[in-house]
């Protein structure tokens, strides 16, 4: 069975200091990865994927992630908050095989100035 | 080309009464998902289509909720009979998909409020 679990629902950070957003799956296959920003009254954005390429994964906007398959992890990591990054980021996982997504509960990063 | 579509942005309703939200997916996507985002809450699954198969109904929370995809492509979620607990934002998303890993695009979603 596939789950997500975002392991913090909140995180607060200062602008200019780095962020880490922690995210741990379960898989029976081969996973592909996702984490989307959901910033407030807007829609869902893919931030970044990972798919069975190289295992450190660069997005938008200075977001990464690294794949650490015996970590189960996928976590997201950024250097220098912007307090434009102030949103909710998911992380999701996806069966290769299958077309279905599962989805962690999110978690809210807050940006002080 | 175009994004995810979604109709209408906001609906406000009178529980009892009965809701079609609507979605139009991304021209030649074969996958089309919905969701529900209650608020400060996280993403449900809702319902899953694929191409031609049968859909994939196991998140669909009750019998009040049904959702057909007409030709692959326009898909309408019916919400029958509305309660206050329906109200949330809905969302739809479009992915293409012969096999997994591919992203998922994400509709502006449905916001609705069940008076």
């Known amino acids: 069975a596939q789950s997500v679990t975002q392991l913090d629902s909140h995180v607060s950070v200062s602008e200019g200091t780095p962020v880490l957003l922690r995210c741990n799956y379960s898989?029976?296959?081969?996973?592909?990865l996702f984490w989307y920003v959901q910033h407030p009254n807007k829609g869902l954005q893919l931030l970044l994927k990972?798919?069975?390429?190289?295992?450190l994964v660069k997005g938008i906007n200075g977001f990464e992630a690294e794949f650490k398959k015996s970590e189960t992890s996928f976590h997201l990591t950024k250097p220098s908050a912007h307090m434009s990054d102030a949103a909710e980021y998911f992380c999701?996982?996806?069966?290769?095989?299958?077309?279905?997504?599962?989805f962690g509960s999110g978690t809210k990063l807050n940006v002080k100035p | 080309g175009a994004g995810v579509s979604q109709s209408p942005s906001n609906k406000v309703t009178e529980k009892g009464k009965d809701v079609e939200l609507r979605c139009d997916p991304i021209?030649?996507?074969?996958?089309l998902y919905w969701y529900r985002q209650s608020l400060g809450q996280g993403l449900e699954f809702l319902i899953y289509?694929?191409?031609?198969?049968?859909?994939?109904k196991s998140g669909l929370p009750s019998d009040r909720f049904s959702a057909e995809r007409t030709g692959g492509s326009v898909s309408t979620l019916t919400i029958q009979r509305t309660q206050q607990e329906d109200s949330a934002v809905y969302l739809c998303?479009?992915?293409?998909?012969?096999?997994?890993?591919?992203?998922?695009?994400f509709g502006p979603g449905t916001r609705l409020t069940v008076l």
């Open positions: 999701v996982v996806s069966e290769r095989n299958f077309n279905k997504f599962y």
């Open positions: 021209s030649g996507h074969t996958a």
């Open positions: 998303a479009s992915s293409f998909a012969l096999l997994g890993g591919n992203e998922q695009f």
């Open positions: 898989s029976s296959y081969s996973p592909s």
């Open positions: 289509f694929q191409g031609n198969s049968a859909p994939d």
């Open positions: 990972y798919t069975s390429a190289a295992t």
